[in-house]
Nanobody, 130 residues
């Protein structure tokens, strides 16, 4: 079992920045570096959507077009933590942000669907005011 705990959400004005963190813990028999990590978000009345992911080595990152150039995903395997730096925030970025972990084989570029992930955090609210 793996537990994921997100933090760093909050209320920010448009154009501002936030940094989300997601710490993994638990006993899975695998090291954190063996997992693909992703961020998703869900706005009220909308489906959960892919935001970004990072491959096992941290060498490749993928982003939704809506956040490309503004958000950056990174991982620190020594801390079992993945981050999402969000800059130039817009009101349409308002959502609950979820961290997700996948232990499945495959190319991380194909991991943009929620069904590819095995564990999820509880979510952290991000609200961007105009």
């Amino acid at each position: 079992q793996v537990q994921l705990v997100e933090s760093g959400g909050g209320l920010v004005q448009a154009g501002g920045s936030l940094r989300l963190s997601c710490a993994a813990s638990g006993r899975s028999g695998r090291t954190f570096s063996s997992y693909i990590m992703g961020w998703f978000r869900q706005a009220p009345g909308k489906e959960r959507e892919f935001v970004a992911n990072i491959n096992r080595s941290g060498s490749y990152t993928y982003y939704a077009d809506s956040v490309k150039g503004r958000f950056t995903i990174a991982r620190d395997d020594a801390k079992n933590t993945v981050y999402l730096q969000m800059n130039s925030l817009k009101p349409e970025d308002t959502a609950v942000y979820y961290c997700a972990l996948s232990g499945r084989p495959g190319y991380s570029g194909s991991f943009n669907g929620a069904g590819r992930y095995d564990y999820w955090g509880q979510g952290t609210q991000v609200t961007v005011s105009s």
